[in-house]
């Protein structure tokens, strides 16, 4: 097959595919319009979340049969049109879920020993040993919002690594029993968790999900975290719940604009932010080129 890789994948992956006989052609940071120009004789495009592929790239690609999203999200796939022309899509769902989940504890970890800030004061010429007492993650509550397959690998790596008390939101799961967590309303995860973690995808009813009134009703000691996608969190709601100590601390990795632009969350020592690196790690991205494989090889 054609096959052009117009995100950035793995080098063993993009190897295997030429070794597998097919025509790859890697170009990355096109523009819509470049990619336009570009794709018509494409067979197959495989994307991470940078290229976007709507109606208008489907309507230039007559040769195009197979979109593979490396990666969970198919946001940036235009579903609806790839099924009324005919196209497949597939993504590599379960890749990179430990790397999301250990940057969701690794910034549990920062927040609450202030491992970020101390590292920029420092590096600032402080000494601000006294300010930073803080908290264990040992036997604490964690609420995980969204107990798909991330939720459930952070909240494997919160008891077994942790010893924490799981909780759980989803309302399309009752019940969970590997890894045991105990599910309930989301009001009683605000009411009981001191770690707060969001794993659901971005869709009408999850937009603005956590906002004024879900800090709130949050505990004042509680730390928040999202890894999930920008737009579930209220990001002016965070920045007051910050400032108003609602909460203790939060952190986002998935921002409603990306990148974004310095804003007042950038202003709250009791927040720190990393730039959507979630899935970024050389393991994860290393299954993701392995699914991307098995999945060409399926559909040939
Ligand atoms: P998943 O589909 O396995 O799990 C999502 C869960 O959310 C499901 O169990 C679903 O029932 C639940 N859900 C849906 N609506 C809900 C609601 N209103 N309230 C509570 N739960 C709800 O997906 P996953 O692989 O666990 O990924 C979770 C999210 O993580 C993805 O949707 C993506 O947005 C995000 N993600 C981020 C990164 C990153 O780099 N930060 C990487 C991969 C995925």
């Known amino acids: 097959m054609k096959v052009l890789v117009s995100d950035k994948i793995a080098d063993s992956a993009a ?5 597998m006989g097919h025509a790859v052609t890697i170009k990355t940071g096109m523009t819509p319009e470049e990619l336009i120009e570009f794709i018509p004789p494409f067979e197959a495009i495989i994307v991470r979340s940078a290229t976007k592929v709507r109606k208008n790239v489907m309507d230039a690609a007559p040769n195009l049969k197979l979109v593979v999203r490396g990666g969970v999200g198919l946001d940036n796939v235009d579903l609806d049109y790839a099924k009324e022309k005919g196209i497949t899509v597939n993504n590599t769902p379960t890749a990179a879920s430990l790397s999301v989940a250990e940057l969701t504890i690794g910034h549990m ?3 609450s020993r202030y491992i970020a800030l101390a590292d920029s004061t420092m ?34 790596i ?9 909780i759980g939101f989803d309302p399309y799961v009752k019940e969970c029993n590997d890894p045991c967590i105990e599910m309930m309303d989301i ?15 971005l869709t009408d009813d999850t937009k603005h999900m956590i906002s004024v009134d879900e800090f709130k009703k949050m505990k004042d000691s509680a730390y928040f975290v999202s890894c999930a996608r920008g737009g579930v969190v209220d990001e002016k709601a965070l920045t007051n719940a910050l400032k108003n100590k609602d909460i203790a601390g939060a952190a986002l990795d998935v921002f409603e604009k990306e990148p974004n632009e310095r804003c007042e969350l950038f202003d709250q020592d009791n927040f720190e932010a990393t730039p959507h690196i979630g899935a970024q790690t050389f393991e994860g991205q290393s299954r993701v080129g392995d699914e ?8 040939i």
């Open 15 to 19: 190897q295997a595919l030429k070794d």
């Open 123 to 156: 590096k600032d010429g402080k000494w601000n040993k006294k300010q930073y007492k803080g908290h264990e993650l040992s036997n604490k509550t964690l609420g995980i919002i969204g107990c798909g397959r991330i939720g459930k690998e952070t909240a494997r």
């Open 158 to 166: 919160g008891i077994n690594g942790f010893k924490m008390n799981v």
């Open 187 to 201: 009001d009683k995860i605000f009411e009981k968790a001191d770690y707060i973690s969001m794993h659901l995808p």
């Open 292 to 299: 991307i494989i098995k999945i060409l090889k399926e559909y």
């Open 109 to 111: 970890l920062s927040l």
